[in-house]
């Protein structure tokens, strides 16, 4: 697991900037957002798969993991249907669980709005469901293309949610320090009259 301090410096990165500096991995489907704009989170991944229809395995996840971690789920073939909503939320709030992403549906958008507990979906739905057993809790996941394991680091902000492996976080933070850096150099040559043409040389 990544050191808690390495995680929460990580976090004050944006994850476009993570992503970049990292070679371009690790980056989620765009289709999942936060429920808020303004939502953000940071953790350590805590993973699982819910049957489609079926959202028991969020709610015995949320006794299984760890304080710091997020939720990460999987769901098969059904996302359309409200797999989590304010009272999961605050459930997982007491438990000190930082956020969930979920590529499936949500609901209570205003509920969870209102406790401020950072849910990344892949949109609002109505719909109820069952307790269906079966899926899987803490084992190896996949969203996208991007195998997820417990352990890897999340990042998600309004532009998206990026996935690092936590071996490679303190390599991430020093590559994102790096790009910062030099985009604030770009800035600085463009308050100075200089285009972007002109600065990335491009052809």
């Known amino acids: 697991m990544a050191d808690r301090k390495l995680i929460d410096k990580l976090g004050t990165f944006g994850t476009a900037t993570i992503h970049e500096a990292v070679g371009q991995i690790g ?12 939502m953000k989170l940071c ?20 006794y299984q993991a760890s304080p710091g971690d997020v939720l990460v789920a999987s769901v098969e073939d059904t996302p359309d249907a409200g797999y989590w909503g304010d009272i999961l939320s605050c459930a997982a709030q007491e438990r000190e669980i930082t956020g969930l992403v979920i590529d499936g549906c949500v609901r209570d958008a205003d509920d969870i709005d209102k ?23 803490g084992c190896q996941i996949s969203i996208g293309n991007i195998e997820i394991n417990h352990g890897d680091v999340i990042v998600g902000d309004r532009d998206g949610l990026v996935v690092i492996p936590y071996n490679r976080i303190e390599d991430v933070i020093a590559a994102s320090i790096e790009r910062e850096e030099k985009e604030e150099d770009v800035r600085r040559r463009l308050r100075k009259g200089e285009t972007s043409l002109e600065i990335y040389k491009f052809p």
């Not at 980056?27 to 303004?38: E, F, N, Q, R, T």
């Not at 401020?116 to 899926?135: H, M, Q, S, Y």
């Open 27 to 38: 980056a989620l489907p765009g289709y999942l957002k936060p429920i808020s704009p303004v």
């Open 115 to 137: 406790l401020g507990f950072p849910v990344f979906a892949r949109g609002l739905n109505i719909l109820g469901t069952g307790k269906e057993r079966g899926g899987s809790i």
């Open 43 to 62: 953790g350590t991944v805590f993973p699982l798969h819910c049957l489609g229809g079926s959202n028991i395995n969020l709610h015995e996840a949320i």
